[in-house]
C-alpha cells in the first residue's frame, strides 16, 4: 500500500481523508497547511502521494505543488488536489503547477480510492 500525505487546514476533513485512505491500507501522514506539508515532504521519505486542499493559510495549495515540483523526490509524485474550487482558471492553474488531478469536496470515499488507483 501506499505512503499518503494528506495536506488539509481543516481537521475534520484531513480526519476523514485520512480514515478512508488507512481504512484501504494506506499509510497516511498529515499536515494542516502547506508550510507543514512542505516540511514534512522534505522529512519523510517514500511519500507515494500527495492529496492537497487549494484554500489553507500560510502557504495555499497552488504554492505547495510549485514547491513540491522544485524537489527532485517530488518531481514525478502524483498529487491529488481535493477541494470546494471547481472553476476552469483554478483547475488551470493547478494543472500549470503541477497537480495530476482534481476532486472537488465533498468527495465519495470510493471516487477519492479509484482515483489513487489510477494514478498510483
Not at 1 to 11: E, F, G
Not at 15 to 21: A, D, G, H, N, P
Not at 47 to 53: P, T
Request: with cysteine.
Amino acid at each position: 500500500m501506499a505512503k499518503i500525505l494528506a495536506v488539509d487546514d481543516s481537521a475534520s476533513m484531513r480526519q476523514m481523508v485520512s480514515f478512508t485512505l488507512k481504512g484501504a491500507g494506506h499509510q497516511v501522514c498529515e499536515a494542516s497547511d502547506g508550510v507543514e506539508a512542505l516540511s514534512l515532504a522534505k522529512a519523510e521519505s517514500g511519500v507515494d502521494l500527495v492529496i492537497s486542499d487549494i484554500n489553507m493559510p500560510n502557504m495555499d495549495g497552488i504554492s505547495l505543488i510549485k514547491e513540491l515540483r522544485q524537489l527532485p523526490e517530488y518531481k514525478f509524485t502524483p498529487i491529488l488536489m481535493l477541494t470546494t474550487e471547481s472553476g476552469v482558471d483554478k483547475k488551470s492553474e493547478g494543472k500549470a503547477a503541477g497537480a495530476t488531478g482534481w476532486i472537488v469536496k465533498p468527495f465519495n470515499p470510493d471516487q477519492l480510492l479509484a482515483t489513487i488507483g489510477k494514478v498510483l
